[in-house]
Each structure stands twice: as C-alpha cells, then as structure tokens.
DNA sequence: AGCTACTTTATAATCATTCTAAACTACTTG
DNA sequence: CAAGTAGTTTAGAATGATTATAAAGTAGCT
C-alpha cells in the first residue's frame, strides 16, 4: 500500500467524504504530481481507464470532481466554452494559455501585479483576480 | 426607413456578407447602442423574438453570430463554461463578473495595467490579455 | 428573366453534462 | 460481528447548447 493512499483516505475523511476506492483512485491521479493538473473530464477519464484496471464509471468522475471543487481541493478554471477544465492549483493564480493546442500553464501569482484595481459596480466588491495570457506559436 | 440599416448594409458588404434582412435585424440589435453588448445566443434569441415581428431561426443566429465573429465584428468570452457569451466591443479589454448575476462589464484598458508581463513559455509569444475582476454583492 | 452561389430554415445529430433510480458499500450501533 | 442506514456508484436516460444536414429561398450578376 503506496504512502500517497493514506494521505488521500485523510484528505478525504477531512472533507467528511467516504473514502472509496474510486475516490482514492481519482485523488491519485490528481494530486499525486510534481506540477499544478490542468484537466477537463474527459481527458481525466482516458488517464484513469490507462492507469487502472477497474473501470470507474463517468458519472462518478463527474460526482468526485464537482464534490473536490465544492470542498476547495480543484478550482474552475474559464477558458473555451466548450467544456470545463479543472485545476488542482487551488490558489488565486494566472494562466498562459494557448487556444491552438488548448493548454494551460500556471503563472506564478508573483510574476503578475496589476498596477490599479478598477472601481467596481456600485454595492459590488472584488473577490478574485484571474489573468490569462493568451499565447501563440513563435 | 432608419439611418442605421444603411450604415448594416455597408458593414456587412464590406465584410463580403449579403445584406440579407436577417443578418440586418441581427446587426441593429447588436450594434445599434450606446455601451457594450454581452449576451448569450439564447438572451439575443429572446431579445429578436420580442422586438420583431419576423422570426429568425435559431440557426440563422448561430450562423451570423460566428460569421460576425469571423469578420472581426464580435469576440468570444470565456466566463462560465455553461454556454458562450459574446462581446460587440472587439477591441483588447477586461471584465467585471459577478458569477451570481452572470453579468459582464466592461473595464476601460487603460483603467487596468499590469506591472510586468510574465515570460512566455519557449517558442510562444503573449498575443492578448484578458483580466477578469470577480466581483460579488457588498 | 434566368442563373448561380450564398443564405435561411426546420430538423436531426452531436456532445458535454446532469439526472435517475437501482444496486452497492462504508460506517454506525447493538 | 450482524444489521441498519446514509452515502456512493453506476448504467442508462435526459437535458441543453451547439453544430450539421439538406431542402427551399434569395441576392447579385448577366
Ligand atoms: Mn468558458
Ligand atoms: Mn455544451
Ligand atoms: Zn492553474
Ligand atoms: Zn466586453
């Protein structure tokens, strides 16, 4: 039983989620990284059925990662609006993006500072601050 | 007949699109304004049908909607991955979101700067950069 | 007026995501 | 440990935005 299996049991039982194999499975193959995972379901999915002899079931990956997200271990990350991709880096951060082979790549929040802040709308405040790099070949 | 659909004619035409009535209607209730216009296929859908006696179909707004896009006379906006919003002010701006509401507004360029642009991964280059203030009631 | 390429349209297809409801399982309690 | 219960997984259906199809309509040209 590989080290990283209990920490994630921990992870889990600290979010008041059962820890399941699948859940224990998807945790591996989210956090067990050097780097930040920027992902969308379905590349996610081919990682598992790769990684792993039991199938997990679609439905369940969708169920594991919206419940990750709403207890703060994945953040939603905006980019394309033709499916969601999700990011392990959980902190305010930025992002390069690159349209054409639609990858993502952290920023270290150091490396950007906005001058100002804009006055926002009246009766409104400003939560979080995302910048994205749109990048291209050459 | 109104000054503004003359002005739609020549726009189109000048993008290398017929003037078609449909494409003029679509131009009038996007452009024919005093600030930016963000919306949803379906808010504009609903905003056609209200303001006009003759319908247009669903497709026929996808179809001018990305071939406006093409033309350069719309932008793409990522926020949210539920559905696309697009923007009748196509110059390189940012945002306020209030995830609630799912409003968009826009921010003056010059109103946001960034100190010091990150390095781009090898071999990319930074072709825009798009801010987005998260903003929340209160 | 007639031709042809472009356009519109109703409708079907696609595809990511969510829902359903039945089978399964982790944890609690006796 | 045996049951009980709430939480979980799952296959499959449903949803909703978007795209494709292909037939009918129209704009611009001759
Ligand atoms: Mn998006
Ligand atoms: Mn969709
Ligand atoms: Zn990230
Ligand atoms: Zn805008």
């Given amino acids: 039983m590989p080290n990283s299996e209990a920490i994630y049991i921990e992870k889990l039982r600290n979010s008041g989620l059962r820890p399941t194999k699948q859940r224990i499975r998807i945790c591996e193959v989210l956090f067990n990284r050097e780097k930040t ?8 999915m081919k990682i598992i059925q790769t990684k792993n002899n039991q199938k997990i079931s679609l439905a369940t990956v969708y169920n594991t990662i919206h419940t990750l997200k709403k207890k703060g271990h994945l953040k939603e990350i905006n980019v394309g609006n033709d499916m969601s991709y999700f990011d392990t880096n959980t902190h305010s951060h930025h992002h390069f993006y ?3 082979t639609k990858e993502l790549v952290d920023i270290n929040s150091d490396e950007v500072q906005i001058k100002k802040n804009p006055v926002p709308p009246n009766g409104k405040k400003i939560m979080d601050i995302e910048v994205t790099f749109k990048i291209s070949k050459e």
């Fill in 37 to 44: 995972f920027h992902f969308s379901i379905n590349e996610l």
């Fill in 98 to 100: 690159d349209n054409q």
